[in-house]
Every structure is written in C-alpha cells, then in structure tokens.
C-alpha cells in the first residue's frame, strides 16, 4: 500500500499547544480511517516520519511539515459476513453503489458489532472489498450516519478506493442531500449574514465555511470552531417553505467537503436544525402555531430528516461520469406531505 503524506500547513501558529497525533488526524483524509488511535499504532511502530525524522511521540507539539506515514497492509478484519439485504443500486468489478436505509450503521463500532453495511457487503461481495482503511472499514470510501438514508459508493479494489477517494478529498465528487429543517434561509436575515462563515451567493445560495472539530465537552458531537479543525463547506438552496409564518423548509445541501455531521453542524449554526435530529436540532425550532396540523408530525419524527439524493463520480477505472438519484424514503415523505399540509410560501425549486 503506498505511502500517506500528509502536511500540517506553514502557518502553523507557533503559540499552537496542539498535539502531533491530533493535528495528523485532522489532516489525514476521512477515506484514510487515520483515527488518533491508530496514528498512536502507526508511531509506535515507528511508521510515521516527520521533517525532522521519525516520530516517536504523539503527545509532542504539532510542527509544520510533510508528515509521511507508511500504511504497512491492512489489518485483519474483525467484522464477520452477515446475509443482510442491500439495495444495489449499481455494481461492477470496481466499485458498489448503495441506497442505504435509515438506522443501517455503515461500519463496526463499540455498540454495533454487527447489523452494519460493512457486514452485509462482506457477505454480498464475498470478500472482493478493497483493504484501504484498516479493520473496520473494507472499501468504505465515505460514511453516511446511522439515521441518514441514501447513496454512497463502496471500492472493490485498492485502485478504485485510492481514485474514489481523490475525487472526494478534491471535491470533484457530487453529493447533493435533501433535508427537512427548522427555520426558513432568508437572505435578509441580519441574524444569518453575521454569522462566522456565513455568506450568501447568487440565487440566494447560504454558504457556510468554517472549521469543524470534536466538541469541546462532549467528545461524541462536532462543533464549529474559530481556531482549529478541518475546513468544511456545505451550500444550501432552500426548496419549500412551510408554516404560516413560514417556519420549516425543504433544503438541499451540497457537499464540497465531507466532515462528520457537517450538514446537520453547518445548519444548526445558522439555526436552521434538522427536524428529529435529537443531538444538533434542538436549539431553535419552528412553532407548533406557524406548523398547524403538521406540528404533531414534525414533534414526532423520529430521526434526523436526511437523505443523500444525489451521488456522481467518475469510474475509476474508464473513467465514465456515473451519476446516482434516489427518491425520499418513505418516512420523509410523509413527512413532506404532512408539512404540504400547511399554507406553502415558496415552491421554488433548484436545478
């Protein structure tokens, strides 16, 4: 397996107490499954090389410079095949492409040994899976969470997971999602245009860069963050507005990078959370008056309101662009036909 680099950037601040092994993990790309623990594995095993030679302790303080680690072959997998039934929505000899349902878990973890989409691949694809990405996670390129449903695409081969990931780490992918959230994106909001990292763009596009990073308090949650994380960028176009006043919306979000929860993050610092997101959408939600008789339907979904609609690539191997839609599950829909209920102020659509 070639070799990683990774570079922690010039300007890195000198006055900068952050420890070698997390910056690392934070520059690593998400498709390399570099998780602090195992950059402590990697270290110990006298794999990783900095600009001033071998590392030796993750504790240190991060310094600027190309970082390379040596992946060494993967390690063995722990997840046992399981006869789940998927639903395949393209497949070849390089890559899989699947519609996942809500509460499918996309790979092993402490609480989920088993049940996840890495186990049912293991049985369907009988062992044809990339090794790129340690133990857990055979031919996973990128994740979607537990309770978001929809499309992602799954390596075959260590070729296809090296050039899938590419297109994502340069954002060439497409990834489009279809939310239903608290909250309307008005343009005229003073609250949303002086916001950190919010701007607009033409056709009323909300733009939201910032740095993503664990939570300080709660290690189980992403937080923006002014100072460090990895650079996040979601766009979203409001759909639908809902509620009379206009109190919940249809969003699409687009994807130019890829960060654990970075829509459900993105939209709950602009206040706009998802619907039945019980970690992030808490903190403003749209009134039962404005919602009427969608309000007990919007109280009761039990789920964030997410789905990932839209997927495009180009195979790795000839290169051809593959572009992938799926429809609303069931529970969004009724959900959406629910909101349709009320008065609808905008019924503008993006292409």
């Known amino acids: 397996m070639p070799d990683l680099v990774l570079t922690l950037p010039a300007d890195l601040a000198a006055a900068d107490a952050s420890r070698l092994d997390k910056a ?23 794999a990783i090389r900095g600009p001033n030679g071998p590392v030796t302790d993750g504790k240190a303080r991060a310094l600027p410079g190309d970082y390379v680690v040596t992946l060494g072959e993967p390690e063995p997998i722990d997840a046992r095949p399981e006869s789940i039934p998927l639903n395949v929505v393209h497949e070849d000899d390089s890559l899989i492409v699947i519609d996942k349902p809500a509460g499918m878990v996309v790979h092993p973890a402490p609480g989920s040994p088993s049940g996840t989409l890495v186990n049912a691949l293991l049985a369907h694809c009988a062992g044809s899976l990339s090794g790129i990405g340690g133990a857990a996670r055979p031919g996973i390129v990128h994740r979607i969470d537990k309770d978001t449903s929809g499309l992602l695409v799954v390596a075959k081969t260590d070729l296809a997971h090296q050039a899938l990931a590419r297109q994502f780490e340069d954002h060439s992918a497409a990834r489009r999602y279809l939310a239903l959230a608290h909250g309307t994106i008005d343009p005229a909001d003073p609250r949303l245009r002086g916001l950190p990292g919010v ?10 860069a910032t740095l993503l990073g664990r939570h300080p308090t709660d290690r189980q949650r992403q937080a923006v963050s002014l100072k460090q994380g ?6 979203a176009t409001m759909l639908e507005s809902f509620g009379t006043p206009p109190a919940a919306m249809l969003v699409e979000c687009r994807l130019e990078t890829g960060r654990t929860h970075q829509i459900r993050v993105h ?7 998802l619907i039945g997101d019980p970690v992030y959408g808490g903190a403003r939600r749209a009134s039962a008056r404005a919602l009427g008789d969608a309000a007990e ?3 009761a979904f039990p789920r964030q309101a997410l789905h990932a609609a839209h997927l495009g690539f180009a195979h790795p191997v000839d290169g051809r662009w593959l572009a992938f839609d799926s429809e609303l599950p069931a529970d969004m829909q009724a959900l959406l036909a629910a909101l349709r209920g009320t008065p609808a102020v905008d019924a503008t659509f993006a292409e």
């Open 297 to 299: 339907a919007v109280a």
């Open 199 to 208: 701007t607009f763009e033409p056709g009323n596009v909300l733009k939201i």
């Open 230 to 235: 990895r650079h996040a960028v979601t766009r």
């Open 24 to 46: 690392l993990a934070e520059a690593a790309p998400d498709s390399a499954a570099l998780s602090r623990s195992r950059i402590a594995r990697l270290i110990a095993a006298g």
């Open 267 to 273: 939209l709950a610092h602009c206040g706009l959370g």
